[in-house]
């Protein structure tokens, strides 16, 4: 491995630690770095480490996952679609993703291990309707169509959670609708188990296929014309991106623009084969959220922002700037 590959991966993995580094340390009752540290192995003030250990951990290790997870779908997706603007949120992924959560909620379906599941049945159907809307438009191939499709299929996805919380009491409202916008407040080492299996499960297939989403990435008669069997590849990595979406949205709600951000930054930080993209983009997903997190839960203090709020504070210009340097022609 030369230097430059070396700095890279140190350089994520220092930023990473720094990232959990301050969000264990930054709340309610401030802790210096060290007394961190000594209470993640076990020492110390018996108090600190519960704070550590029992209340900031949980919510630390959901950040990581959501954000690994939003971060390697993304990459998968753009390699996929060839469109740098493809990610989970935007291609309504997520909001068939919340649809399917929701379903399994309101069907009293909520242990831990179903959720993702249901939201995944959700995302996959959301990924099909989209390619569909696509096609029907003109082509999955023109980058504007897709994302057109992608806004509406999510502004339904939203409708129909709306329509199915009607009824609903209003303290299930208020909890739903704050769900949506993303937060990382209810985690629990139960349900973070269950997301990080589904999470570490999307990211090794990923980096598996490795090969097979750099030759997507040369364009279909391409592929083709290399061997590869561009539909079944195609429909197997839409399937696992959709995974990785709806594990996400499962633990923390609609988290938009991580998938859509992070690729970009591990490209412009070298990375150039898609294997190397997925796992930079996995651990850059995770610092990115956990420093999001501590952003929504310190700029209002006590007061608490939705987190998709505030990366949609940070995605939305990103989005609007890639678009200018016109990345969809």
Do not use: H, K
Request: with cysteine; glycine share 12%; aromatic share 6%.
């Amino acid at each position: 491995m030369s230097s430059a590959p070396r700095v890279l991966w140190f350089a994520l993995l220092a930023a990473l630690l720094a990232a959990v580094t301050l969000g264990l340390a930054v709340g309610a009752v401030p802790l210096a770095p060290d007394d961190v540290w000594r209470a993640l192995l076990g020492a110390g003030d018996p108090a600190t480490i519960a704070i550590v250990r029992d209340l900031r951990l949980p919510r630390i290790a959901l950040g990581l996952v959501v954000g690994a997870g939003l971060a390697a779908s993304g990459t998968a997706l753009q390699s996929t679609l060839r469109n740098p603007l493809a990610e989970p949120y935007l291609l309504g992924v997520s909001g068939g993703a919340a649809v399917g959560a929701v379903v399994a909620v309101t069907l009293d379906l909520s242990a831990p291990g179903l959720v993702p599941l249901a939201a995944f049945g959700g995302a996959a159907g959301a990924v099909l309707l989209v390619l569909l809307v696509a096609r029907a438009a003109g082509g999955r191939a023109d980058p504007r169509l897709l994302l057109m499709a992608g806004v509406v299929v999510g502004a339904f996805c939203t409708s129909a959670i709306m329509v199915a919380l009607a009824t609903a009491p209003d303290d299930t409202v208020r909890g739903a609708l704050w769900w949506m916008m993303g937060s990382l407040g209810d985690a629990q080492w139960d349900g973070v188990r269950w997301i990080a299996l589904y999470v570490a499960l999307g990211i090794a297939l990923l980096a598996l296929w490795g090969r097979d989403l750099d030759v997507l990435a040369l364009g279909e008669e391409a592929a083709a014309s290399l061997g590869l069997d561009v539909e079944r590849v195609t429909r197997r990595i839409y399937l696992t991106a959709s995974l990785l979406a709806a594990a996400t949205v499962a633990g923390a709600g609609l988290i938009g623009f991580v998938g859509l951000i992070v690729p970009a930054i591990a490209r412009a930080l070298g990375c150039r084969g898609a294997r190397a993209t997925v796992l930079a983009s996995a651990l850059a997903g995770g610092t990115l959220v956990v420093l999001a997190d501590l952003g929504a839960r310190t700029a209002m203090a006590p007061a608490e922002l939705p987190l998709g709020a505030v990366t949609a504070l940070v995605g939305v210009p990103f989005f609007l700037w890639r678009l200018r340097a016109g990345v969809t022609r």
